[in-house]
């Protein structure tokens, strides 16, 4: 499969240098921001599930309305929706789109968040729900004829899908996480799995993890999960450029980091006043470990953005000229990651240069990657292979 690119969705200016207090949809900046990414050959944007945001189905029909070959990505949580009812909604949407509907499901990493919308399950029990789930739809789209169900966390009696997805078998699901639920849920069951910027070492243990929970689930090696990454590059003509602008980020996220800690008073589960709670999900606690290591990881990867944001969300940044930031990239392609995530931090501004500057140079490394790898395959057993 071909190395594809992902953005993430964002509905009006506010951003976390600049953010707007309680800013409303700004429909004319939604389209611009979606017809950006489409005119620079980004292939999916993410729309982003929170309890207290904006519906992700309407945004992300409203997308497809404006765009051509943009594929939307649905961030959808087991809890909020009941699978029969997420089977048909993404298989409308998909049709809607003509084939470009993906889901990504969050197992939930908070219990604090989950809580919001009446979700009381235990971490390993929203696994086990999510593994549920995952099951559903896919028997939901694959076939017409009615089926039941009948488990802890869902029963129904002859249930028939109608609305086929656009290729009338599936859409793409995608499972992420660090746990080792997550690996084992994901390896057999996704056909994507999503990993937070880590360092090289620590990618590559991750999809080792993957692929083996693929392997012991049956899977052969060419339906093996392809691996996405993400990461908030902070990028400019030269090094100094890129470190200077790396710099005035940091200072702003920062700042807003200790207005957001005043505001949460007392002690926290943190154990000190005003420090942010320590992150529940082993993602982020990753993440804040990997920081204590030191700021720079392999060639760009940049961490006290981490730790100014307590790793909230994907926070790990690469940093430096175009050309560093496009070598980087390509050595988490070389590792097999197939679909690189890269929002920054000047929502729109940057993914117009990442179009410009990141998308291009990317692409036009990838057949001599191909072509290294082909001989280095026929090199040790004359087989060819494609770079995954």
Not at 59 to 88: D, E, F, H, M, Q
Not at 242 to 253: E, N, P, R, V
């Given at each position: 499969?071909?190395?594809?690119?992902?953005s993430?969705?964002?509905?009006?200016?506010?951003?976390?240098?600049?953010?707007?207090?309680n800013?409303?949809?700004?429909?004319?900046y939604?389209?611009r921001y979606?017809?950006t990414?489409?005119?620079?050959?980004?292939?999916?944007?993410?729309?982003?599930?929170?309890?207290s945001?904006?519906?992700?189905?309407?945004?992300?029909?409203?997308?497809?309305s404006?765009?051509?070959?943009?594929?939307?990505?649905?961030?959808?949580r087991?809890?909020?929706?009941?699978?029969?009812?997420a089977?048909?909604a993404?298989a409308?949407?998909?049709?809607?789109?003509?084939?470009?509907?993906?889901?990504?499901?969050?197992?939930?990493?908070?219990?604090?968040?989950?809580?919001?919308?009446?979700?009381?399950?235990?971490?390993?029990?929203?696994y086990?729900?999510?593994?549920?789930?995952?099951?559903?739809?896919?028997?939901?789209?694959?076939?017409?004829?009615?089926?039941?169900?009948?488990?802890?966390?869902?029963?129904?009696?002859?249930?028939?899908?109608?609305?086929?997805?656009?290729?009338?078998?599936?859409?793409?699901?995608?499972?992420?996480?660090?746990?080792?639920?997550?690996?084992?849920?994901?390896?057999?069951?996704?056909?994507?799995?999503?990993?937070?910027?880590?360092?090289?070492?620590?990618?590559?243990?991750?999809?080792d993890?993957?692929?083996?929970?693929?392997d012991?689930?049956?899977r052969?090696?060419?339906?093996?999960?392809r691996?996405?990454?993400?990461?908030?590059?902070?990028?400019?003509?030269?090094?100094?450029?890129?470190?200077?602008?790396?710099?005035?980020?940091?200072?702003?996220?920062?700042?807003?980091?200790?207005?957001?800690?005043?505001?949460?008073?007392?002690?926290?589960?943190?154990?000190?006043?005003?420090?942010?709670?320590?992150?529940?999900n082993?993602?982020s606690?990753?993440?804040?470990?990997?920081?204590?290591?030191?700021?720079?990881?392999?060639?760009?990867?940049?961490?006290?953005?981490?730790?100014?944001?307590?790793?909230?969300g994907?926070?790990?940044?690469l940093?430096?000229?175009?050309?560093?930031?496009?070598?980087?990239?390509?050595?988490?392609?070389?590792?097999?990651?197939?679909?690189?995530?890269?929002?920054?931090?000047?929502?729109?501004?940057?993914?117009?240069?990442?179009?410009?500057?990141?998308?291009?140079?990317?692409?036009?490394?990838?057949?001599?990657?191909?072509?290294?790898?082909?001989?280095?395959?026929?090199?040790?057993?004359?087989?060819?292979?494609?770079?995954?």
């Amino acid at each position: 499969m071909p190395t594809e690119f992902i953005s993430a969705t964002f509905l009006n200016p506010s951003t976390e240098l600049h953010p707007i207090p309680n800013a409303r949809i700004d429909p004319d900046y939604l389209t611009r921001y979606a017809r950006t990414l489409d005119d620079y050959a980004f292939n999916y944007t993410l729309v982003p599930y929170d309890s207290s945001y904006f519906d992700p189905w309407t945004v992300g029909a409203t997308i497809a309305s404006v765009t051509k070959n943009l594929k939307i990505i649905i961030a959808l949580r087991p809890n909020t929706l009941y699978p029969t009812v997420a089977a048909k909604a993404l298989a409308t949407l998909d049709q809607l789109s003509s084939g470009r509907a993906v889901v990504h499901l969050i197992a939930g990493g908070s219990d604090v968040e989950q809580a919001r919308e009446g979700d009381f399950l235990t971490k390993e029990e929203r696994y086990a729900r999510l593994e549920d789930y995952i099951r559903i739809l896919k028997r939901a789209w694959s076939s017409p004829e009615p089926f039941d169900w009948d488990s802890k966390y869902y029963q129904f009696k002859q249930f028939r899908n109608l609305v086929r997805p656009a290729n009338n078998t599936s859409i793409p699901i995608s499972v992420g996480g660090s746990s080792e639920d997550a690996y084992r849920i994901g390896g057999a069951l996704g056909d994507i799995f999503g990993l937070w910027g880590e360092p090289l070492k620590e990618t590559k243990d991750q999809i080792d993890k993957i692929y083996a929970a693929a392997d012991k689930a049956g899977r052969a090696p060419t339906d093996r999960p392809r691996i996405w990454v993400t990461f908030r590059p902070i990028v400019a003509e030269t090094e100094e450029l890129a470190w200077a602008k790396a710099h005035k980020t940091l200072d702003a996220l920062e700042n807003n980091s200790a207005k957001k800690q005043s505001a949460w008073g007392g002690a926290t589960a943190a154990g000190k006043a005003g420090e942010a709670p320590a992150p529940q999900n082993v993602g982020s606690q990753r993440l804040l470990e990997i920081a204590k290591r030191g700021e720079v990881q392999d060639r760009a990867l940049w961490y006290p953005t981490v730790t100014a944001t307590n790793a909230r969300g994907a926070s790990t940044a690469l940093v430096g000229s175009y050309q560093t930031v496009v070598d980087s990239i390509l050595d988490y392609v070389k590792l097999g990651c197939e679909l690189i995530s890269i929002r920054g931090y000047d929502n729109l501004n940057d993914a117009i240069d990442y179009g410009r500057y990141i998308l291009p140079q990317v692409r036009a490394n990838l057949p001599d990657l191909e072509k290294k790898s082909e001989n280095g395959a026929n090199g040790a057993n004359g087989n060819s292979v494609a770079v995954r």
